[in-house]
């Protein structure tokens, strides 16, 4: 648990918004060369592919995370951005960041005083056109160092908390990819009649062409998307959230291979995994909504991880549930 929680926090540690992963993605390509021979695709996104199998079966995770991008330097210096996948404009104001620039610049979300707000706006989230990000530099100086279309990533700690839980920027879906990378290590010694191709997908979160065009390549018989789901707290439904250390989200939904959806469940019943079952009666808001009908199609899982405070600087997950995850990737891959 020890050496999965440092390489989670190593992976949340790398920069990669949507259309700029290759930090993040070089970082899990280091990792998953230790088990198979790894390439670059045009888009950016990782691959890895093993050399033969009877049977085969894709792993997706999806590499990006969400951010923003510069749009304006403005006369005295302030930074205009519009939002790179799905940001919650309510968690900005007072917010620190990081601007990509030519070097990282430190900056903060401009935040109105209490005192100085109207009636009409006490209660609103400001639009992501309409904050401005103050790294304390004048016009020129912010144009020296900051250009056009650079990313900007919520700055937010690193932290171990208490009973194996995480929080971090990034963890969606930096979690999913480490649960890969542990089902591989698992399997490193297992015998099994898959060949399997591992693919770290870019540019998820603003529509998913990265798991697109990377299972139109690996043409499987088998796809498993890995992503997060929404973990219970306070003013979140029973019936929409899974359970943080409730083990893996088991998928089922029309994009899902229902007959392969059945089979986790009785796998994880059987050998003892924890688990937990995600109902959901369209799509699945994740890459195998993408990989299911690429090419000529693919028989299609999705195993999600909990995670509350999505799309925030302080996402948490507990560390029991992707171990969790990738012992029921590996005991289904066997399986097969």
């Known amino acids: ?36 021979k790894v390439r ?3 888009l950016g996104s990782i691959i890895g592919e093993t050399e033969s199998g009877e049977i085969s079966v894709l792993l997706d995770a999806h590499i990006d995370q969400i951010g923003m991008v510069v749009t304006e330097i403005t006369d005295k210096g302030f930074i205009k951005v519009c939002k790179c996948g799905g940001m919650d404009a309510r968690v900005l104001a007072a917010h620190e960041v990081i601007i990509l620039g030519k070097e990282k610049v430190f900056g903060v979300v401009t935040s109105t005083p209490p005192h100085l707000k109207g009636d009409d706006d006490s209660n609103k989230a400001a639009k992501i056109e309409d904050i401005a990000i103050d790294a304390g530099l004048t016009k020129e100086q912010a144009q020296e160092l900051i250009s056009m279309g650079d990313r900007v990533v919520l700055k937010g700690a690193q932290n171990e908390l208490l009973n194996g839980n995480i929080s971090s920027p990034s963890l969606d879906d930096r ?6 990378l542990r089902c591989l290590e698992i399997l490193k010694d297992k015998k099994h009649r898959c060949k399997l191709t591992a693919l770290f997908s870019v540019q998820e979160e603003t529509g998913g ?23 219970r707290a306070p003013g979140i439904k029973a019936e929409e959230s899974g359970t ?3 083990g893996a989200m088991i998928g089922f939904s029309p994009v899902l291979d229902h007959e392969l959806s059945r089979k986790l469940k009785q796998i994880a019943e059987d050998k003892g995994i924890s688990h937990q ?5 369209s799509r699945t808001g994740t890459n195998a909504d993408s990989i299911q009908n690429s090419g000529a199609g693919t028989r299609m899982c999705l195993i999600s991880i909990p995670l509350r405070n999505m799309h925030t600087g302080v996402e948490m997950i507990n560390v029991a549930d992707i171990e969790a995850t990738a012992q029921l990737m590996a005991e289904f891959i066997q399986s097969l």
């Open 1 to 36: 648990m020890d050496n999965l929680s440092s390489l989670i926090l190593s992976l949340s540690g790398k920069y990669g918004v949507s259309g700029c992963e290759a930090s993040a993605a070089e970082a899990a390509k280091n990792e998953l060369a230790k088990y198979m």
């Open 40 to 42: 670059s695709d045009a």
């Open 175 to 180: 979690c999913g990819v480490a649960a890969i």
């Open 209 to 231: 062409s990265g798991a697109r065009t990377g299972s139109f390549a690996a043409n499987a018989d088998i796809s498993i998307a890995v992503d997060v789901s929404f973990a």
């Open 244 to 246: 943080l250390t409730g």
């Open 277 to 281: 079952i995600e109902a959901m009666g």
